[in-house]
């Protein structure tokens, strides 16, 4: 079974860091653009972060820029999203997901097809 499995949400102090990892596991997603998405409670879910097949480009919302950094492990079929500096409106369920189409830029988000983890908790207090 093809699944992504997020790890790493929490309760932290705004100004501090987090880290999440998403790992995927039933198949290799190394030529595959990732991302991700985050909800809050009574709003939409709205674009984080992106990188390309290739781990070259990136791509931010302007309201994580500065903040966040996505990167990937094709060793370890992982993508993490680091974000340090949080505040308290960045409190959300974070999800990752792979662009099902091969050898996707990231700059385009969502793609058509993607595959969604089921999403972590991320609260910052104030």
């Known amino acids: 079974q093809v699944q992504l499995v997020e790890s790493g949400g929490g309760l932290v102090q705004a100004g501090g860091s987090l880290r999440l990892s998403c790992a995927a596991s039933?198949?290799?997603?190394?030529?595959?653009?990732k991302g991700w998405v985050r909800q809050a409670p009574g709003k939409e879910r709205e674009f984080v972060a992106a990188i390309s097949w290739t781990g070259r480009n990136t791509y931010y919302a302007d309201s994580v820029k500065g903040r966040f950094t996505i990167s990937t492990d094709n060793a370890k079929n992982t993508v993490f999203l680091q974000m340090n500096s949080l505040k308290p409106e960045d409190t959300a369920v974070y999800s990752c997901?792979?662009?099902?189409?091969?050898?996707?830029?990231?700059?385009?988000?969502?793609?058509?097809?993607?595959?969604w983890g089921q999403g972590t908790q991320v609260t910052v207090s104030s």
């Open positions: 997901a792979v662009d099902l189409s091969p050898y996707g830029t990231g700059s385009n988000w969502p793609p058509a097809r993607v595959l």
């Open positions: 039933g198949r290799t997603f190394s030529a595959y653009a």
